[in-house]
């Protein structure tokens, strides 16, 4: 049984990698990998996901600051209007 789970999770994989290349041809047809607007909000993931996850460090040790709280969240505020920018710059 196993072996299906593995097997069904694989395919998963190879179908939203398949889905994951037609989306990056659209949007290199459309330049957005230029934008400074497209590597902002790629890196603004990347310090969030780095936030998050010291977040979950520290929970375990002692209480959160609230700083810490009010960054990730201005970071997805940040995010949301970045993601508004780039849908009005590159309509896809």
């Known amino acids: 049984m196993s072996w299906l789970i593995a097997l069904a999770f694989f395919g998963f994989c ?12 659209e949007l290199a047809a459309t330049g957005i990998g230029l934008s400074p ?3 902002v909000s790629n890196a603004l993931v990347a ?4 936030l998050v996850l010291y977040i979950a460090h520290i929970h375990n ?8 709280w009010l960054a990730a969240f ?13 849908k009005w710059r590159y309509p896809v």
């Open 61 to 68: 040790q002692s209480p959160v600051p609230a700083f810490l």
């Open 47 to 50: 310090v969030l996901l780095g």
């Open 74 to 86: 201005a970071i997805i505020v940040a995010l949301l209007f970045l993601r508004r920018a780039l």
């Open 14 to 25: 190879w179908w939203r990698a398949a889905k994951a290349r037609e989306r990056a041809a």
């Open 37 to 39: 607007l497209y590597w």
